[in-house]
């Protein structure tokens, strides 16, 4: 049935739908932030199973590339800008050079933009991608409730500066969307999933930055078993 080729797109919009209700949540704060945060994590599944989808169902389409940049755009490019913004506002104190924070988002758009016309993207990551970033902004901010140090606006200047040149890198990282049962090709997923665990069960939320962190280490370890 011609409905099914319809599923993917479906699936893209909403993951665009729900950073919106994101980044409406953040802003207004009509309701606590973790559901912001448990709109972000809709978002991350729906961009997962998109793609997914559109193979299994073979509807993939050029439309269907460019929409899912545009709402990833959203949830993962706009919203980490927004969070980490609202963290540094949190103090009560407004330096301009929060403005700086903002970095995130366009080096989000540039990676995106990036990602649509670099086909050697389609077995690993050049630069953090962009939900990864997000997952590490949002790690940020419960280190920054946990621990206050991470709370002071130019902790959180630079950190934006960091990740903003983490996406537009070339830096070769592993994609989490792994192919095939290769055991060797696995490897750094599994010791990623391992030692996420274990931060996990020692930091709770505090842990999701320090995750992302080490899957970056991972790549850089074993850079040689994804990239040909």
Same mark, same amino acid.
């Given at each position: ?104 988002? =366009?080096?989000?758009?540039?990676? /995106? %933009?990036?990602?649509? +016309? ?9 630069? !953090? &991608? ?55 090709? =696995?490897?750094?997923?599994?010791? /990623? %999933?391992?030692?996420? +665990? ?9 842990? !999701? &930055? ?19």
């Amino acid at each position: 049935m011609q409905i099914t080729k319809h599923i993917p797109n479906a699936l893209t919009l909403s993951n665009l739908f729900s950073g919106c209700l994101a980044i409406f949540i953040l802003v207004t704060g009509v309701f606590p932030l973790e559901y912001a945060f448990l709109c972000i994590i809709y978002s991350l599944i729906a961009d997962f199973f998109d793609g997914l989808t559109a193979r299994w169902l073979h509807a993939q389409s050029p439309i269907g590339l460019q929409l899912d940049s545009l709402a990833d755009m959203v949830s993962f490019g706009v919203f980490p800008g927004f969070l980490l913004f609202y963290t540094a506002e949190s103090n009560h104190i407004f330096p301009y050079e929060n403005f700086i924070i903002f970095s995130i988002v =366009l080096a989000s758009a540039y990676r /995106l %933009a990036k990602f649509n +016309i670099d086909t050697e993207q389609s077995y690993y990551f050049k630069g !953090l &991608a962009t939900p990864a970033n997000t997952i590490l902004c949002i790690g940020m901010y419960y280190l920054a409730m946990e621990y206050p140090w991470f709370q002071q606006s130019w902790v959180l200047v630079i950190f934006s500066l960091i990740s903003s040149y983490l996406l537009v890198s070339n830096l070769p990282l592993f994609s989490l969307k792994f192919k095939g049962v290769n055991a060797k090709k =696995l490897t750094p997923h599994i010791a /990623l %999933a391992v030692i996420a +665990i274990l931060l996990f069960i020692i930091m709770g939320k505090a842990a !999701l &930055a320090p995750i992302i962190l080490v899957y970056i280490l991972l790549s850089i370890i074993f850079k040689n078993y994804f990239v040909s």
